[in-house]
């Protein structure tokens, strides 16, 4: 059985940080690329970042780019989402994401929800102004 179980959420002021973890069992990592999702109330589910798991190449949305950084740790199964310089705008429920085969692709490919088989339930960011 997967399950990818995120943590590290909560509320921090703006120009803060927060650091996610997902740690993932059931499922080998080898040839996976894990990702980051978010969505803000009102608004549709949007792609984060997302990271190779043997390579660790990475990707990144436009809005975060230079303030985030996901990363994983091989011997724990977990990815991290380090979160800098954070803004209100970024306020939303962060979820982590698994696609077992990924990496076979470009990972600038890998940003449409569809292409992941494995979701976690999701941990609230808020950031106030």
């Known amino acids: 059985q997967v399950q990818l179980v995120e943590s590290g959420g909560g509320l921090v002021q703006a120009g803060g940080s927060l650091r996610l973890s997902c740690a993932a069992s059931?499922?080998?990592?080898?040839?996976?690329?894990m990702a980051w999702f978010r969505q803000a109330p009102g608004r549709d589910r949007e792609f984060v970042a997302a990271?190779?798991?043997?390579?660790?190449?990475?990707n990144y949305a436009e809005p975060v780019k230079g303030r985030f950084t996901i990363s994983r740790d091989n011997a724990k199964n977990t990815v991290y989402l380090q979160m800098n310089s954070m803004k209100p705008e970024d306020t939303a429920v962060y979820s982590c994401?698994?696609?077992?085969?990924?990496?076979?692709?470009?990972?600038?490919?890998?940003?449409?929800?569809?292409?992941?088989?494995?979701w976690g339930q999701g941990t609230q960011v808020t950031v106030s102004s």
């Open positions: 994401a698994a696609d077992r085969d990924g990496s076979r692709w470009p990972i600038e490919f890998l940003t449409p929800i569809m292409v992941y088989d494995y």
């Open positions: 990271i190779t798991w043997s390579r660790g190449d990475t």
């Open positions: 059931g499922v080998t990592l080898d040839d996976a690329v």
